[in-house]
């Protein structure tokens, strides 16, 4: 698939999707929710690439949400249709067997911000802005944004941040667990990389359970979380890499994990 609403690349085992219509901030129309689909996909097939990372072209934006232009000749039906096949996408985001982390240089609105919590983690500029301003537009977050934010940071702040379209800096998004850490603009996407090819050199088995039995266990109880927790660790014992890094601890060598989630 050509992609005309994003760029994406792939270098020493990290893919980068950069959001690419900046001239509307990076705003999501109908063919960009597609365009990210087809990466997830080739994502989860590809073995070399072991870490997303997902950004915006530009100084001002991340996403500045789903495309308002497209709004006037939706009907009801048209728009739930829309949310629909967003929150299909998004939740293969959420479920790619791969640390996904946001990397957000600017405004992280609507449905960037709904993007931005299907990734494992939020990384973001010190000049970054987050919010749902849907409420603006007499609608409402359609893209799973009133679920994950709740469950990211309460339900009070989320009624909060939803009600009001109150837009926060990223100093208050990590102050309320949204943001994992905040960097200077001119430093974010460096600093993120970083960590994603620290991530890359690490078993892709062993990232993939933890993400597996972090999510799973969000929506179960506590014991029922350790207990798939327990089920995992034991399978964990199983893998090639497991073999790798403890040899490698006690043989004092750096590990070299080569473990695969294909074959
Ligand atoms: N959909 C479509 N176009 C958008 C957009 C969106 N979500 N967000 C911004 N744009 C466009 C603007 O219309 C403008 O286009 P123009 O140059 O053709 O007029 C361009 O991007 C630049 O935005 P502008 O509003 O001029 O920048 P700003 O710095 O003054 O304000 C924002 C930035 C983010 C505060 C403002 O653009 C905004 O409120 N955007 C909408 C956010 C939103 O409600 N998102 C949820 C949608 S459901």
Redesign the pocket.
Known sequence: MAYENILFEVKDGVGVLTFNRP???N?LNPATIEEISDVIDRVRKDDSVRVLVLTGAGE??FV??????QFPKMNPLEARAFAERGQDVFARLEQLPKPVIACCNG?T???GCELAMSCDFIYASDKARFGQ??I??G?IPGFGGTQRLSRLVGRARAKELCMTGEMIDAQRAREIGLVAKVFPADQLLDETLKVASQLAAKSLVALRTIKLVVDRGADVDLKSGCAIEAEAFGASFASQDAREGVAAFLEKRKPEFKGSLTS
């Open positions: 001239k509307a901030l705003a001002k934006a500045a949400g789903a495309d308002i232009t405004f609105l609507g449905g301003p849907e603006n537009l609608i």
